[in-house]
């Protein structure tokens, strides 16, 4: 069975960073699309961030670009979310999705992943 465990999240200031790692259990993380979601309290959730398998192009939320990078760790089976120049409003509950196969036009849509990790809390605040 696959496993998705995130970690990394925590509180930060406005400007601050943060860190949030995803490892992938039970599959290689380089034969998924990868993505990470936010959930904030009364919202849907977000598209934040997704690449294919083979890491070409990665896609950003307008809301994240310039902020956030994705990247893969294929030692360690994990993919990586650097969250820069945090604002209030990127607080949410950030889950890890994986999908077995998904068209790039579906990237965005939470309903075509396959597993998802329980989620880790990241609070921006002063």
């Known amino acids: 069975q696959v496993e998705l465990v995130e970690s990394g999240g925590g509180l930060a200031p406005p400007g601050g960073s943060l860190r949030l790692s995803c490892k992938v259990s039970g599959g290689t993380v380089n034969t998924y699309t990868m993505a990470w979601f936010r959930q904030a309290p009364g919202k849907e959730r977000e598209f934040v961030t997704s690449?294919?398998?083979?890491?070409?192009?990665?896609y950003y939320a307008d809301s994240v670009k310039g902020r956030f990078t994705m990247s893969r760790g294929s030692a360690d089976n994990a993919v990586y979310l650097q969250m820069n120049s945090l604002k209030p409003e990127d607080t949410a509950v950030y889950y890890c999705?994986?999908?077995?196969?998904?068209?790039?036009?579906?990237?965005?849509?939470?309903?075509?992943?396959?597993?998802w990790g329980r989620g880790t809390q990241v609070t921006v605040s002063s």
């Open positions: 999705a994986a999908g077995r196969r998904l068209i790039l036009s579906s990237l965005r849509n939470p309903a075509q992943y396959d597993y």
């Open positions: 690449n294919r398998r083979s890491a070409e192009n990665t």
